[in-house]
Nanobody, 127 residues
Framework: QGQLVESGGGLAQAGGSLRLSCAAS????????MGWFRQAPGKEREFVAA????????FYADSVKGRFTISRDNAANTAYLQMNSLKPEDTAVYYC????????????????????WGQGTQVTVSS
């Protein structure tokens, strides 16, 4: 059975950058749309960004638009989340997820539409 594994989390200062990676094993990511979600302590898991299978369409939460960039490398079976201008409120566990089929703006941000999830990576932003 395939799995998704996130990496790249850690500690950053406000205004800094981190790059998260989501690698798939046992599964070909090029068949799936990919999404990133995050969950802060005591809060619901929320949508961050998504990208369709080809990389031609991307979707972002308003809170990260202009600061975060989602991308993918299907040959490497990996998706990425470049996070710039980090803020303390970006502190959370970040999860990648895969969704089979076409995505639009609604399905991209809907947790229940994702079929597979990684275990998460912690991102902590200090002020």
């Amino acid at each position: 059975q395939g799995q998704l594994v996130e990496s790249g989390g850690g500690l950053a200062q406000a205004g800094g950058s981190l790059r998260l990676s989501c690698a798939a094993s046992g599964r070909t990511l090029s068949w799936y749309a990919m999404g990133w979600f995050r969950q802060a302590p005591g809060k619901e898991r929320e949508f961050v960004a998504a990208i369709n299978w080809s990389g031609a369409s991307t979707f972002y939460a308003d809170s990260v638009k202009g600061r975060f960039t989602i991308s993918r490398d299907n040959a490497a079976n990996t998706a990425y989340l470049q996070m710039n201008s980090l803020k303390p409120e970006d502190t959370a566990v970040y999860y990648c997820a895969a969704q089979n089929g076409y995505i639009g703006s609604v399905s991209a941000s809907t947790r229940a539409r994702y079929d597979y999830w990684g275990q998460g990576t912690q991102v902590t932003v200090s002020s």
